[in-house]
C-alpha cells in the first residue's frame, strides 16, 4: 500500500505531494471511529430531547418506558442536579462582562432550545432504549421563545436564563478610543454604512457525533472514547465534570470524521455517558443520528453587525467601526465566548492598515442551539465584513475595487505590523498574492466581456477578496491574557526505537487534516529516515503526554513547531553518540541523508539507525549522556501565524430565475512553506467549498416558536460537487519568521475567504441593477427578487444595461 | 437511526402478496423502500408488516401492449431512464425518472413505489400526467383501472384503497409528439421546486394537441388545464408563450416554503413551461 518512500532517501520529503498515509485505512473502511467501539457487555444510549424551544418542566414520567424490558436506567435532570457539575465554559474574555450560567447536563426545571437533553434511556439494545424513549412521558409548559437577537434584546422578552437583563451574554469591546473612532468618522470624506447579517450555519461533518465510556471500578478509572478535536481538553473537563481525578481519565478519539469546530466543546452527552457507565458499571456506547445533530450540536456564526467604514476619495481608508450582535444560543458553549470577540473582533480590519478602528460585541441568549467555533471561528465572520465594505466604498468613490485594496494592503515593508487592535502580523506580501492572482485572470479582459455580456441582458460578476488570517492559535501568555481557560502551547515526543524505527506523539489531533503523513515528512527529512519507518500517534490521553488539540489552524504551525523542536533535541543527542562512535570532535559531525559523518570526510560515518541502537544498548555512550534515544519539547509559539492570500470568482446571474452559476474561482494562499503541496491544496479547495457554501446555499431557519426549519438534509443544502466550477489554487510562500517551520496554518483559510469572493461577485453582476448588499444565503429567490424591486424601481429601460458593475479598469 | 420490529414476507406472485397482506392488518407494500423506509426510520410509520414486491414476477418488465407500452409497477427508475422502448414510445418519462434523486435512488425506487407514495414534488407524476396515462391497480376485490388524472389527489394522497397494489402504469405510444421534462431541484433535497412535463403535437406552426403536467408546485401533481387550452389550435407565438406561463399555475393552490414562496414558485412554473415549450417548438 505504501507509496510513500522506500528506504532512507537524499531528496527531502519536505515539499512534496506525498500521497496521504491515512487514506488507505479510511477509504477501505478500516479507520478506527467512535461508532467502530464495541466492548464487551455495553449498553446502549438514546437522548429524549426537547421539541420545545422553552418550556418548563412539570413532570418528567418514566414508570411506563422503566417497563420495556431490556431497559437498564433512565436519566433525568432532576435526578442528576447536584451529581454532575454544570456543563463548562472554558472561555471568559476579560472585561466582557460574561453573564455565565448554569448549563446542566440534563434539563432540571427547564428547557431552552430544541434539541437541549431532558433524559437520557440506556438499554441492552438500540431497539429497547428506543422504544423506552417513546414512553417518557414529559408534561411541558411552554413558555415564549426568543430565536433572533433582535427580540432577544428587547427589555420585555422572555429570558433565557433568569436574572440574564435582555438576555446579553457578554458585552466586549477592542480597539481605538471609541471617541476618536466617532471622530475619524466624522472628519471622513466618504463614509459607506452596511448592516450584514452572517447567518447561522450546522457543521454537519461526515461522522456524527459519539461516545464510549467504560468504567473500571476499581481503579475508580473512566475510559471513554469520543469524537473530540481535542482529547486532553476532554480529559480536563470530563474530569473536572464528574469530580474524577484527571490522571484516572483515559480520553481516545482515535480516526475522527471531520469536526470543522464541533468537536471542541465538551458535550452533555459524553459527560451523560460517562456517568452512566460508572452508575451501572457496564459500557455505554452513544451514537448521535443525523437528525439529532442538527439540533444538538453547536452551530456557527450567526450575526448582525452594523458597519461603518470611512475613508477618503483618494482610496486611503481611514476609519473602521464594527457593532455587532451574535448570537450564541442557549448556553454558553465551551470556546463561544471567544469567538465572536477575540477571534473576531481583533483582526476586523482585515489585511489593510486602517489607522483607527474599533469593534463592539453584544453576545446574546436565545432560545435556539448553542454557538460555538465553526471552520473559521471569528474570522471569516470578520473577513466578510471588510471585504463587503470595501466593495462598496470601491462603488462609492467610483474607485476599481482591486485598486482600492492595493491602496490600503499592509505593504511588505511594514512587518511586524501592528494593527489598531494591538494585534502584530507576522509578516506578509498582501500585494504579491493579489498580483499573482491577477496574472491568472485579466481583469481588464473580464470588464469588456462584462459589458458584452450587459448588452445581452446578461449579469456577470467578478468577486475579489483579499483576507488575512491569525491562526496557529496560539501564544499561552496571550491564551490567558484573553481569557481562554487553558494554554495554547503544543507538545510532541519523538522516540527512535532500538531499530531506528521512529514514533512520534503527538498532542495535536488530526480529524480529518493529514498530519499523520506532514508530520512523517517532517521527521523523514530531519532523521534521514523512511516515512514507512516513523508512525505518527495521536488520540489518546495515555499515549501523548500532552497537546491542546486540532482547531485554529494549529496543528502544523503549534504542533508541527514542536515536533521540529523534539527533532532538533533526538538529533543533539544521536550528534553526540555519533561523534564517539566516530571519534570526533562534536562539532565537526553532521547528519546527512540518515548518516552522521564527519566533515571532509565522507566516509567516516555511521548510519543514523546504528547511532539509534548504540543509545539503546548503552555498552558505550559518551560521558553525560543516557541510554535511549528520545525527545520531548513543549512549544509555546511567540505568536499568532497570519496566512493571507486573493481569492477571486467569477459568477453568472441569471436575471430570470435568480439562479447565480459558478464560472471560475481563483485562489492565491500563503501559508508559508507547503510541507505537502497535495495536503494544502485539499484543504484549501475543502475550505472555499464550505465558504461557498455560506454564501449561496446554507442556512439554518428558525421559526418564531423557535423549530428548527432546517432540521435536516433534505432542507439544509449543503455544496454539491456538480455546482462547482473547477477551483484554481496557486501559492505564494511567505514563512512566519517566528515558528520553527516557518509554516502558518491552512486549514480554515478558504472559508475565510470563499464567502466574502463570491457575494462580491454577486453584487458586481447585480452592481449595474443598483444592488448593492444581500443577505446571504443568495438563493435564487432572494437574488431575483431584488432584481424584480430594481427594475420596478428604475426608470424604463434604464436597468441592466449601462456600466457592468461598480467596477471600472 | 433504526427501525422497530416488524413482520417481513417475500411473496413470488400477487396473489400470495395479496393474501399475506390481508393476514396482517396495516401491512404495506415494499418496493424500493426509498420513501417508506425513510418514514419508518423517522417513527412517522410504523407498519406490523411489510410485503416485499422485489419476487412478484407480474410486477415487472417494460412492454409493447396494442398501442401502449405496459410498465411493470417494480419497474426502476434507473430502468425507465435507459429502456429503449420508454425512449421510443414515452421519452419524457425516460427524462423524468433520469432526474430522480441520485444513482442508488434510482436503482432502488420504482415507479410503483413512486407513484403510490405520491410526494408532491415527485416527478413521476408529472410524468404519468402528461403522458394520460393509466395506473392498473390489483386488490383481493379484482383488478380495475385508475386514470392518471384521477389518481392522485393530494400530498401523500391518491385513489388507492390500502390493499391495492399498482400492477402496472400503462402508458400511450405518443410517437408523434414531442415530449420533455424539466426540473428545478431542491438544493438540498433534490426533489422538484418545479418540475414540468410536456408533450406537444406540432401541425405546421399550429399546435395540434399539447398536455402539460406540473409537479412540486401545490398538494399533487397537476394538469395545466388552462394553458393546454390556450394552446390547442393556436400558431405559436411569443405573446402565446407569454399568456401560456401567466396561467400554468391558475387554480392552484401554490404552496411557499423557505427555500422558495408560493410567488416566486409561481414564477418558476411559468418561465420554465416557457421554456421547456420553446425549446420543443424549435426542436428539429
Ligand atoms: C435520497 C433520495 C432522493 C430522492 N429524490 C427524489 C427525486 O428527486 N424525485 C422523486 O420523484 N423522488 C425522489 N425520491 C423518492 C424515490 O423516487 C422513491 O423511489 C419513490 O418515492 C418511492 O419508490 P419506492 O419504490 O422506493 O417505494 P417504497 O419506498 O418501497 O414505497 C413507497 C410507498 O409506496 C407503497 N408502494 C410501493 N409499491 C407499491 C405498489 N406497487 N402498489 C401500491 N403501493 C406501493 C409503499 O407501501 C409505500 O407506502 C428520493 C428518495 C431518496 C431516498
Redesign the interface.
Known sequence: MSTDGGAAHAAPLMGQSVPRREDARLLTGHGHYTADVNRPGQLYAVMLRSPHAHARLRAVRTDAARQVPGVAAIYTGAQLAGRIAPIPTAWIPPGSELALTDHPALADTTVRYVGDGVAMVVAES??AA??AR?LIDVDYEPLGAVTSVAEAMDPDAPRVHEGVAGNVALHWRAGSDPAAVERALQDAEVRVRETIRQQRLIPNPMEPRAAVAEFDAADEALTLWVTSQNPHIHRLLVAGVLGLAEHRVRIIAQDVGGGFGSKIACYPDEVLVAFAARDLGRPVKWVE???EHFTATTHGRDHVDEVVLAGRRDGTLTALAVRTQANLGAYLSTAAPGVPTILFGLIANGPYDIPVAATEVYGVYTHTTPVDAYRGAGRPEATFLIERLVDRFAHEIGMDPVEVRRKNLVRADRFPYTNAFGITYDSGRYEEALDRALEHLDVGAFRREQADAARQGRLVGLGVSTYVEMCGLGPSEVAGAVGFQGGLWEHALVRVLPTGKVMVMTGISPHGQGEETTFAQVVADRLGCAMQDIEVLHGDTQLVSMGWGTYGSRSTAVGGGALSVALDRVVDKARKIAAHVLEADVADVALEAGRFAVRGVPDRAVSFADVAQKAHLAWSLPEGVEPGLEAEASYNPSNFTYPFGTHLAVVEVDP??GETTLQRYLAVDDCGPRINPMIVDGQVRGGIVQGIGQAL?EGA?YDAQGQL??GS??????P?AR?LPPIETDFTETPAPHNPLGVKGVGETGTIAATPTIVNAVMDALGSLGIHHLDMPL???RV??AIQDARAAAPLGAAGAGEGGGMRS | MMLGAFQYERPASLDEALRQAAAVPGARWLAGGMSLLPLMKMELADPPALVDLAGVADLVGVQEDGGALRVGAMTRHAELAEHPLVARHAPLLAAAASQVGDPQVRHRGTIGGSLAHADPAADLPAAVLALDATIEVASPRGRREIPAKDFFLGPLMTALEPDDVIVAVVVPQRGAHRQAYHKRPHPASGYAVVGIAASVLREADRVASAAIAVTGVASHAFRARRAEELLTGQVMTDALLAEVASVVASGQEVWGDLYASADYRRHLAGLTTRQVLERLWDDR
Open positions: 438500540l431497539a428506543r422504544q417513546a443520528d443525523r437528525r430570470d430565475t446555499w431557519a426549519l432546517t438534509l433534505m432542507d439544509y443544502a449543503l454539491k455546482w438563493t435564487p429567490e431575483w427578487r
